[in-house]
């Protein structure tokens, strides 16, 4: 096999964001672009000789070319073997699981999870470290540095492959083995929960609807919810992985999934609903006439876990992302475990997992996940919340009913603006910051602030430190509001604005979220001054 050794340039702006580099389709597909990605990986983990990687992808437009660009560099780089997803096709957490399983040294996971696919939308890599996790920080700065120093790339002169093909192939002396897709995660969710009371619920005539939203989860619905739990055939819909994702947005909120929010919240509407985006690592859960909330979520699997086989002794801690609401810490006060707030990322909960510190994690961007893999884990949520309907048998409106009223409710929306031109963005989180020591006292319409910061965090495990990770502002009235730029755009930037306020176990907890958060949201608007600095004053999305 021929190895070509090819001089390059650094490429501007191969800065790896929240989850990896996100970008659009055509700038991945320009020469040379992926392949100084993908050198730098290598480069900045020491290099590739002699090692295993797991790869595979949401099976978004170039997905598959850029497989073959990823086999070609991995041979040339020396690697010893590669696990991939038959098809090209693995979920952010079945390649977090086989991370693991089979001990490799790490992965590239193709995805820009809940953007739109296809060649003018967006594309996705990121390199997850042996542990199954997305990269942390010290590894992402050091590809981000390999970019900005890089000179050559290498790649072998080899054919394609059959990526369909199940079975053990070679590129040059690197083996290049591919799997099922879906067989090792389905035997992982069996050991996790109690398959035969779902089944029974199935039996009873409960019924279910999950999304697949054209995207990569519609695979690994249809075997587990469909075949093994028996679940009729049609309630998974969607389930067709599509390169465009059927020219949607796969990403579960009320927003995107609306053709199941309709359905759910329709007459005859079945008991439980149910939405994964495109690389599978996220959840939208809704019960007949019913939306949960991802922070509610995470709190109600907090306080129900235990019902689940894999959960039953007990869970060590729950950590959260800051901008979640805080009703998971009031189960982990209750359950008297350790709670953790970390900033946004999934990759800020891999040393707690890692460490046994914590056993569940969520976001409040629709991700919950637990220590069985070190990615959020969009169906995994869903037969937890199948495993706890399935013992408590009551209805998903029931169980966040009796929820409240033993903790209180967080009321909780997320506003997003979208596409504000970067710099009036950067000018309106430095007018904030700038403004944090004067705005404790003052007050914004029906609220007072009580105290604010800007959220560094420190990891408890390794003592890192991460600054700059968004603003929090807390009133008087026990409400919050945290404002923070995405990191995950590819076009603009994204101002995020979330909302919170707290109700206690003995108030109101039906009201309107968006009318219980009207205080904290214009006094919010007021704050950060966006209507001056941007000319918008309406949210793009509001989940
Ligand atoms: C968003 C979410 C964040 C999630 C990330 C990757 O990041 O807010 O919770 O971990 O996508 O799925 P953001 O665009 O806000 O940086
Ligand atoms: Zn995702």
Redesign the pocket.
Known sequence: MNINTVSTQPIDGQKP???GLRKKTRIFMEPGYLENFVQSIFNAIGGAEGKTFVVGGDGRFFNAQAIQIIIKMAAANGAKRLILGQGGLLSTPAASHLIRLNKTDGGLILSA??NPGGIDEDFGLKFNVPNGGPAPESITDAIFQQTKELTSYKVADADDLDLDALGQQSAGDMTVEIVDSVADYRKLMKSLFNFDAIRQLFESGFRIRFDAMHAVTGPYAHAILEKDLGAPDGSVMNGVPSENFGGGHPDPNPVWAHELMDIMMGDDAPDFGAASDGDG??NMIVGRGTYVTPSDSLAVLTANAFLAPGYAKGLAGVAR?MPTSAASDRVAEKLEIECFETP???KFFGNLLDAGRATLCG???A?TGSNHVREKDGLWAVLLWLNILAVRRESVAEILAHHWSIYGRDYYSRHDFENIPTEQANTLMTGLRDALPDLPGQTFGSETVASCDEFSYSDPVDGSVSHNQGIRVYFESGGRAVF?L????TQGA?L?LYLEQFEPADGDHLKDPQEALVGVQQAALVICDLQNLTGRSEPDVKT
Do not use: A, L
Not at 486 to 489: D, K, L, N, R, Y
């Open positions: 964001g929240t989850s999870s809940h690592d996220r992302s946004t990322g999934w976001e409040e961007s991700g923070r995405s990191g995950t755009g994204t995020r």
